[in-house]
Structure formats: C-alpha cells, structure tokens
C-alpha cells in the first residue's frame, strides 16, 4: 500500500516531464525538423545555384573560344567535387551538347523525387549562348541531414533520459523516501511505536511536515505515558476491588454454602416429616382398606337384617369420612413437602360442576340450605388441567361454605376474566357467620380453625389445601367477610380451552361385577400381601367370582410360587418385610416365563414418583389403596382380556336427581309423611325402609331419591323436605 | 555570402582561368634573354589543354635538368599565337615546336634541332564514328576544327592536301587545343577535326572510338626539341645527351612517352627542309586568329 503511493507519487511526478519531453520530441521531429529541413534544402540549393553561377562565369569564354577541353576538363573537375551532382549538362544555343564527351549512350536527366534538375540559362552581353543543367541528387545531403537530425534526437533522448534520472533521484531522494519513511513511522505510531526513526529533516514543506510529524508525536508519546500510568493505576484500583470482590463472594460462598447446609438438614427434616406421613398414611390406610373393603362385601350378603345393613352402612360411612381426612392430612404433607404434581389434561368444566353442586346441594338441603349456581354464558364447557385438583377445590370451599352457614343460601358464581390469559373466575358466597378481619388470614393457615368454629367438625385443613391448590396452579385465592354478614371466597385461575373432542369418552358406568364369564379358561392369581386383613380381602373378592387363588407373605415366598405354581396374574403389596414388592417384581421378570405374567401393584402410598418407581420395577399397572372392587376388576379385564358377568345397578343410575324439594313430597298422603318422619325420628332402617317402601306406591321417582338419600344416612335432608309441609 | 563567392572564386581561379593567368604572367618575363651557364627556357608549344601541358611537361624539364645538370624553366603560352610571336622572338633558349615553325624562324632566329621522335608526324582528318560522311568530298563547307590555323599536321598540311587533292575547302574553327578538336568533333559542334595521330592515340579510350579517321596525310619529321644558336654547343649537346640517355631509362621513357616522343633520335635541320616545297605558306594565318 505504502509502496503503491509512493510509486504514484513518483509516476505523478514525473509524468509532467516525461509529457513535456515527448511534446517536444514529437514537435522537433514531425514539425521542426521537416520544417528546417526544407529551409536547409533552399539554402543548399540557392548555394549550388550560386555556385552554378560562378561556373557559368568561368565556361563563358571557353565556350566563346571553343575550348571545349579545358570546359571538359572543368566540368569533369567540378562533378568529381561535387558527388551529389549526379549529372551536368552543357548545351550551346544551337542545341549542341558540350559536356559531357558524347561516348557511349547519351545521357539522361532522370526524373527522380530526390533528384533536384537546375538548370541555368547561359548569356553573353544579352545573347543567349546556352544553357548548364545541372541534377543534383538530394539523397546523400538527405542521408546527412538526417543523421545530423537523429544525433540530435539521440542527445535529445540522452539530456531526458538524463533528466528523468536526476528528477527521479531528486524526488525520490527529496519526496518519496522522506514520506516512505514517514508513513513507516505514522503506521508504527498507530501500533504505539514511538522511537520508529524519522527521516532527515530538510529545509522544504517535507521537512515541515517531518518536524510537525516529530513533534506530534513526541505530545502523543507524552500522552500516552500519561495514559499508560493512568490506566495503570485504575487497573491497580481494579486489581484491588477485584480482590476485596473475591473476599466478598467467599464470604457469600461461606454464607451460601452454611445455608446450603442449613437448608439441607431443614429439607432432611421435612423429608423426615414427609417419610413419616407417608409411612403413617401407609399405616393408617392399610387397616382402612381393610374395614371399607369387609364392609362392601359385607354389604353384599343377602342374609344380612336391615339393622345390620344400617350398622354395616356406618361402618363404611364412618371408614369412608376417615379415609377423607386422612387423605386431607396427607394432601397438607404432600404440598409441604412439594411433592404435589399438577395434572394437566382436558376436561369437561361444566359436567364436573353439575355433578358438584348436584352432590353437595343434598348436603345444603340436609341443613335447609339452598345451593345456587350462577354461571356466566363464557364460561367455557371443556378446559384443560387437574381435574381432581379443581374438583377437591371446589368442593371444600362449598362444603366449607354448607358448614358455616346455618340459615340462606350459598352461591356458586363462575365467570371469565377475558385479559391476555383468561382467567376462570369461582365465587362461592354464603350467608354464615362470617370472618372477623383479624382471623381472615388465620383462615388459611393449616391445623387451624377460626373462633367459633372450633365447634365445627374437620381438621381445619380443607381451606390451607384449597389455597395450596389455587397457587399451584398459578391462580389466587380471596376472601371478603365481614362477621355476620357471610363471607365470599374469590378463585382465580388462568385457564386454558379445551375441545369436546379432547375429552375421553368417560367409562361408562358398568354393573356390579358376579362371575367371571363362563367359558374362559381357569385363571391363577397370586395374592401377595404381608397383612392378613388385605390379603383376605383380596382373596375373597376374587374367589367369589371364580378365580384360583393363592397368597404369598412376602417377596421371597412370591418368586417361591410363581416358579412352582405358574400363576397368569400376581397382586403384589408393595411395602412387604423380607423382601419387598418391587425386587420380587424385578426377580420374578427375571425368571423364565417372567415376562408373560401381568403383575399389578396394591399400594397404600399416594406419591406420584412412587408410581414411576413401580413401573419401572417391571408393574404393568397400580392400584391404590383402599380401593374399590371395580378398580381391582377393572385392572384385571384390562391387563387379561376377561370378561365377567355383571349385574346392572340401576338404582344408582336412576338416582339422577337427589335433591329433594318440598313439592316432591307434598304428593304423598298425610299417613305417609307422618309415618316417614317418625321413622326417620327414630333411626329403625328397617322402619324407614318400610315407610319408603311404601312411597314407591305412589311416586316410583321418588321412592328411588328417598331410598337413596336414606342409604347415605341423609335422614335430615328427607326430614326438613317433610317439616316445611 | 561573400565567404562563399570568394571561395567559389579561389576554388575557380585554381582550375581555369588561374593556370592562364598564371602563364599570363611568365610570358613579360621571356623576353629577356637568359645568360648561359645560369638558367635556360625551354618552351612548349600549346597542343594540349594548359594543366596537361604542365602535367606531360614539368617531370620531363625537371629530369632533363637533373640529367644535364642545368637550370631549365617550363614556358608555357596561352595560345598558339602567343607561342608563336615568343618563337619570332627567340623568346625561348630551348623550345618544343612543330617543324613547320622551327622552318619559318629558322632565317631569323635559326633555331637549331636537337631531337626528335624516331616516329614520323601524320595529319589526320576525323569525324564521329557514326557520321554519314563517306568521303572527304562530301565535307566541302563543312566546319573543320583545328588546334590552331597553324598546326603543321592538323591544319596547315591538312588544309593543303585537302585542296590540293580533293580540291575542298573547309570553313575552319579554331578550337586551340588537339584535345578540344576531337571533343568538337565527337559532340558534334563541328563537322570535321584536324588533328594527328599520335594526339589523338592519347586520347581517352573513348573519345578516340567516338571518332573515325577519314583521311591521313603523308609523313613528315616529328616536333624536335630544338635550341637557340645562342646557346653553347656544349650546353646543346648536354640536352641532346640528357634526352637520348633518359630514353635509355625506363623511367625516363616513361615520361618521354607522354609528350609523346616515343623513341628519340637527333634531329637535324635538313630534315624538316622538305616542308619547304609543299607550298604551306598559303594557308598560314599570320596572327593566328
């Protein structure tokens, strides 16, 4: 690049030069030179023809006296003088030729361009006495000329050529090798050089420019130490904060990692707390499944009274209340322990709510409550996420709602907040004693209930789930009361839509499973089970409808049979001693014929991650405790392709309807209502049962939502239907 | 310019007119008569272009003087008639003449010959060698050129047998040299040339085959060297000797045969008295123009 200026410069230099010298070069030769040249040739031939006049002078009186030797003689003198006259011709005024001697041919004058004939008339005292042709050849003088010419275009070409070498010294030596250099040095400035050397500096404008050069950067140098050391002592000033940084960020380290520590021994501990709670739900929920399991069956037998059908149906009852609160005690634990998982799948809204208001309004109606439902046309039919968890939600705020309140009603308001993300909007607003504004916060905690409403029943943990719940699942949960004037509790919930098309075909409602269709081929089950009242449990429900049945107490036994009995299906407990569920499972897919047997879990643990262990284990599928028949059945159709024989339960289909309202009743004769209400007064189901009976003669509709109300023990709902009349 | 004119003029004055001016000015100084034993004239008469004359002549005077041990000078005249005055005169101590002049200023110079060429003179008439003329008859008053009206071979002679035989006469031209003669003749400015043979041998090559010999003469003696009776008969004899030893030489000969007296031989004056008889007065022209 520096090399490429510094040629241009040279080149720009030179070139007004070597143009000027070629502009004279080519003036001298084509127009100079041609130009003298014609100038010369006249001067040359004004010469000759001087010199022909002399001559003539000489001739006349040779001719006069007819010495034509001595004019021979001359004539032959003068051409030898003159080469370049190629010819001469002397005629006298009658025509004869004098010279030259007439031997051989006669002579010619030729008609050549460079040939010049002169020809001169001859006179004497005014009498014509011939005339001298003289043909001069130009060739020779032209030679001549021209190499005088070409020398002199040779030292033209020489003082250029000269010149051009001295020009190009003096600017090379003056300009370009100067400003090379400086621009050496401007390129070592820019790399921070600052003692690159300068050229010699000249009393001339590039001397000028080398000395402002040389002092610019002599201030650049100044600056630039004065920013190194600047920059210098800010790095040291960095160097310096870095450190007290470092000594900083230890001691957060330090502090991080005693948190870290702290935090571990407090999730240790949680951990603790959770394994316990899981172990104690494990505990509680094995002899529950027990006493809700033997009461089903139990239920089965026709040869039971009424009177212990009743007892038998409070047992469930009671067994089924317990397992709600054990199984709200757990859900605490589980949030606590952050080991609740959100489920997220379709679902349809509107069915789910009907189904809601429709249980719970039986249960206002039992305290003389009126259930409301008050739903905004946007609210959208299917949606998508925890059904369950919504379910459980709605439920404990409305139930909640039932048990605070003694007189009114309750409303369910749903609506839809349409914002970037729409949110579902749940209001339940009762008419009950309402919150002081002290306790409303107290309200959510868990294990703790408000004022007076210790004397309400529940663990007091249905509102702290609900608002665990809410938050989960990135809504918020509000309440607005005022004592006596009720309270109102506000959900909202971003919400996603779903399509009908979305939502499973929910399974249909099946009869009561009896017998295993006949015609299939015996099916050996294997029960495994360390606890005697779950293993009976098991053994009896499947024997009743016509399975092979054997137990095993713990893993070690189960691999035992399965090798020698070759079971099709094995029920495996989980948490077994010896040896647990999971290992028998993996020990017995290591066997041959391992893996054609359908293995299914009973567990009594409700953690989500347990499930993925027991798959992985080699399950095929999970059955939680306590379970009902149907599940078992259900699982096991599905897993052997059976098919049972069951009995419709139309009853329950029927019962669409289980609100009871005055009108309803106010068809039955006096007699009736009478003998009901003091039937139910006196808690006989057998009683009750009979004044039912009779209700199916006049209202079958009716009879089937009495009889149903009374089998759930909803005596005060069916007696506040009968006061009002 | 006036370098040049002058130079042209130098360059001029060396060629022609220089050598004529220079014989202008020996001529004042022949008169006088050179003492013997001193330094002694020989002069030569004309037949050639001046610078030939000069060119034959001055290595011939200048041996014979070497060989005779005197001092001889080269005369030179202009013109014919110049020469021929100077020989009435008896301007000359030594002279180279044609016989004929030697016979007519015999009675009042008596110039005494010494020797001549052992060859004979003839007359010669030419013309171009592609003339149409036949015959001698056949010029009758056609231009003749001669050396001079005096010439013995070329002219006088010439003239007399041209008369005398064929009875034609000739207007003459006079054209001064032998030289110009036969250029005269050979570009055609004349119709006919008087010359002789031996002049016409040393011609170039070829201007003497431009021409054709139409007719010749009879013989008669050579031009002789000849001295003045008032020269001593030893330095005469001294001359004779000179001549005669110098043809003995190859050298010398050489330098004889350009004059051209190609062997010589002593000469008396009884040989050239026959000439007396051939009646050549008549065609004499006194002053020669």
Known sequence: ?725 | MNAFFDRVFRRFCRRGRGLALTACLLVPALPVPVEAGTSYTLGVVPQFEQRKLFAIWKPVVDELSRRAGLEIRLVVTLTVPEFESALEKGSFDFVYANPYHILRVSDSQGYIPLVRDREPLRGILVVRRDSPVKSVEELAGKTLAVPSPNALGASLLLRADLDHLYGVHMSMVNARTHSSVYLNVLNGLTDAGGGVQKTLAEQDAGIRDGLRILYTTRAMPSHPVAAHPRIKPDVRERVRKAVLEMSATPAGRALLDEIPMLSPVNAFLEDYLVMRKWGLDTYWVDDGK
């Open chain 1, 1 to 725: 690049m520096g090399n490429r200026r510094s040629v241009s410069l040279r080149w720009k230099l030179l070139l007004p030069l070597l143009s000027a010298s070629l502009v004279i070069m080519a003036s001298l030769n084509f127009v100079w030179i041609p130009r003298y040249l014609e100038t010369q040739k006249a001067d040359y031939l004004e010469e000759v023809d001087h010199h022909l006049d002399s001559v003539i002078e000489g001739l006349m009186p040779l001719m006069l006296s007819n010495q034509i030797d001595i004019i021979n003689e001359n004539l032959q003198e003068l051409k030898k003088k003159n080469q370049n006259w190629d010819s001469i011709l002397l005629i006298n005024v009658r025509g004869k030729q004098i010279y030259p001697p007439m031997v051989g041919s006669a002579l010619v004058i030729a008609d050549h361009p460079s040939l010049l004939t002169l020809k001169k008339n001859i006179s004497y005292l005014g009498q014509p006495v011939g005339h001298l042709t003289v043909q001069v050849n130009l060739t020779h003088w032209l030679e001549k000329r021209n190499e005088q010419h070409l020398q002199l275009i040779f030292l033209l070409v020489g003082i250029i050529v000269l010149l051009v070498l001295i020009w190009t010294a003096m600017v090379e030596g003056i300009v370009v090798r100067p400003m090379r250099r400086l621009a050496g040095a401007a390129k070592a400035l820019a790399r921070r050089e600052f003692d690159a050397p300068l050229p010699a500096s000249s009393k001339d404008e590039v001397g000028e420019l080398i000395e402002s050069f040389s002092t610019m950067r002599r201030d650049m140098k100044v600056y630039h130490d004065e920013l190194l050391g600047e920059i210098g002592e800010r790095q040291k000033a960095e160097q310096e904060l870095r450190e007290h940084r470092q000594h900083l960020e230890k001691q957060v380290a330090d502090r991080t990692a005693e948190l870290v520590s702290a935090k571990e021994s407090a999730e240790a501990a949680n951990r603790a707390k959770s394994a316990f709670l899981a172990n104690m739900s494990h505990e509680l929920r094995t002899p529950l499944n027990a006493i809700l399991g033997f009461s089903d069956i139990l239920r089965r037998d026709a040869g039971l009274s009424e009177s212990q059908k009743d007892t038998l149906a409070t047992i469930h009852k009671s067994g089924d209340h317990l397992l709600g609160l054990i199984n709200d005690v757990l859900d605490i634990a589980k949030i606590e322990a952050g080991r609740i998982v959100l489920e997220s799948a379709p679902f349809d809204l509107g069915g789910m709510i009907f189904d809601i208001t429709d249980m719970l309004r039986v249960r206002a109606r039992d305290k003389g409550l009126q259930l409301l439902v008050d739903q905004s046309s946007e609210v959208p039919r299917y949606i998508v996420g925890d059904e369950a968890k919504l379910r459980q939600i709605l439920i404990n705020l409305i139930s909640n709602a039932i048990k605070a309140t003694e007189k009114g009603g309750i409303t369910l308001r749903m609506g839809v907040k349409r914002n970037k993300i729409d949110h579902l909007i749940m209001e339940v607003e009762d008419t009950g004693i309402g919150i002081a504004s002290a306790d409303k916060a107290k309200v959510f905690e868990a294990f703790v209930q408000v004022g007076s409403q210790a004397k309400q029943q529940g663990t007091g943990l249905g509102l702290a789930i609900t608002r665990q719940f809410v938050e989960l699942m990135g809504g918020q949960l509000s309440l607005t009361s005022a004592v006596g004037q009720g309270s109102t509790f506000r959900v909202e919930l971003p919400v996603q839509l779903a399509l009908s098309g979305d939502i499973p075909q929910a399974a249909k409602g099946r009869g009561e499973v009896i017998a295993l269709e006949p015609g299939q081929s015996p099916c050996r089950v294997l029960v495994v089970e360390d606890q005697l009242e779950n293993r009976l449990l098991l053994t009896r429900l499947l024997e009743n409808v016509g399975f092979e049945i054997q137990t095993a107490v713990n893993g070690v036994k189960a691999v035992e049979q399965f090798t020698n009995w070759k079971p099709h299906f094995i029920w495996m407990d989980r948490r077994m001693p010896v040896m647990d569920g999971l290992e028998a499972t993996r020990r017995i897919r290591a066997l041959p014929g391992g893996d054609a047997v359908k293995i299914a879990a009973v567990t009594a643990s409700t953690f989500n991650e347990e499930d993925a262990e027991l798959t992985a284990s080699g399950f095929d599928d999970i059955v939680h405790k306590p379970f009902r028949s149907e599940q078992i059945f259900e699982c096991m159709e599905r897993l052997l392709a059976l098919r049972f024989v069951r009995v419709e339960a139309q009853a329950a289909e029927e019962v669409v309807n289980v609100v009871l309202t005055e009108e309803m009743l106010a068809v039955l004769p006096e007699d009736l209502r009478r003998e009901l209400r003091a039937a139910l007064k006196s808690l006989e189901s057998e009683r009750i049962a009979a004044a039912i009976g009779q209700v199916a003669s006049c209202d079958s509709k009716l009879h089937k939502t009495l009889s149903h109300l009374a089998e759930n023990f909803e005596y005060p709902a069916i007696l506040k239907a009968l006061q009002t009349n």
